[in-house]
């Protein structure tokens, strides 16, 4: 046991001398090594076997530190500079390593997993489930997968604005958000930290037009008849009241794939809230600025068309979880027409956009070959 001993003390000595050389060589920071050499001399007291057992995790951090400083030390490439004094200089250059990237396959959203996608159109639309209807007259322009029943993410947020307006809650009343307002369910940021505190107003418009998750919920969850699941009950009879059947909402933001509508449905609820003359303004905002204690916040629209001069938008909302896939929905003036435009389950971020886009130029085409009738 002596020579065991004897062996551990020289050890520690050799690891000491070890760490200042490499803190000397690459100013690294060594605080774990540190810290396991007092561990080693608190031991040393204590149990021989369990010291022997320290120093070769040491040993291998050692190992491993001087390994990728190795390594660092090959991707550089020193060069010879002459200069025309006749000065002669090194420089080292550090080489870029070639990275592999592994790109991560998206989850299929419902649409896929059922196959819509298949289903072809006149317009080639990358969105599976498309609806577009004559607002005044009713007549259906296009319609595609119109009454499958999907996900519809953010778009809930219409129906959360619609019920925050139409109970006239006070828009001036000040709301805090909590870590009850914190998504857990798929992660997502948001730039209102837990303290931040906004009046209901704003909040409902970041909602509508930046479609901020914990400004909706914060929302729902201070409804004064019954706070969240008063609120989501009140959401759920406001749409059997205007007829959507094919509806079910579940919570106010539309993190939830279980928020779930038609493209019909949807079409309804649009042209419902158009009638809301704040619904238009804070959906259609290009952006907003809110006062956060001593800083101001500028927020941006999530939607580009609503910046677009070759389009009248009257009412919008943007949607997106992998489920759903991208959604859409507006009412817009094109040709001379009220319109209300659904795009659901789109394949790709712009997909939607193109979608839109190609619709408003087939109305317009259309619109080219009507007579007038004198």
């Not at 509806?247 to 809301?276: F, M, R």
């Not at 619709?359 to 009738?373: L, S, T």
Request: proline residues 2%; aromatic residues 4%.
């Amino acid at each position: 046991m002596g020579c065991v001993s004897t062996f551990c003390t020289e050890s520690v000595q050799k690891l000491q001398a070890l760490t200042q050389d490499l803190r000397v060589q690459f100013t690294s920071d060594l605080s774990i090594i540190e810290r396991c050499l007092a561990e080693l001399a608190d031991l040393s007291r204590r149990n021989v076997l369990i010291k022997l057992i320290w120093i070769s995790c040491v040993l291998c951090l050692l190992g491993g530190l001087a390994q990728a400083k190795v390594s660092s030390a090959n991707d550089q490439k020193v060069t010879v500079v002459k200069y025309k004094d006749g000065t002669v200089r090194h420089r080292s250059i550090k080489m870029k390593r070639a990275v592999k990237r592994v790109s991560i396959p998206s989850k299929p959203s419902f649409g896929q997993l059922a196959g819509l996608h298949q289903l072809s159109d006149d317009l080639s639309l990358k969105s599976s489930v498309a609806y577009v209807i004559d607002q005044e007259t009713h007549e259906v322009l296009l319609s595609k997968n119109d009454q499958v029943v999907l996900p519809i993410a953010s778009i809930t947020k219409l129906m959360t604005g619609l019920i925050v307006s139409e109970n006239k809650l006070d828009l001036s009343q000040p709301i805090t958000i909590t870590d009850e307002d914190v998504d857990t369910e798929k992660g997502s940021s948001s730039r209102l930290r837990v303290g931040t505190t906004l009046t209901r107003g704003e909040m409902l418009h970041l909602a509508l037009m930046a479609s901020e998750n914990r400004a909706a919920h914060a929302l729902g969850r201070t409804y004064p008849e019954g706070g969240l699941g008063g609120f989501v009950q009140k959401m759920n009879e406001k749409a059997l009241q205007l007829g959507m059947k094919d509806t079910s909402y579940y919570e106010p933001t539309g993190l939830s794939s279980k928020n779930q509508s038609s493209a019909k449905d949807l079409a309804t609820l649009v042209g419902h809230a158009y009638q809301d003359a704040l619904l238009r303004e804070y959906s259609t905002s290009a952006s907003h600025s809110v006062e956060v204690g001593t800083r101001v916040m500028n927020f941006h629209t999530t939607n580009r068309l609503v910046k677009n001069p070759n389009w009248e938008i009257g009412l919008q909302k943007t949607g997106y979880i992998s489920e759903a896939g991208q959604c859409l929905v507006m009412q817009v003036k094109i040709a001379g027409r009220q319109l209300i435009m659904v795009f659901l389950d789109s394949a790709g971020k712009l997909s939607r956009i193109a979608d839109a886009e190609r619709v408003r130029h087939w109305v317009e085409a259309q619109q080219k070959f009507i007579v007038p009738q004198s």
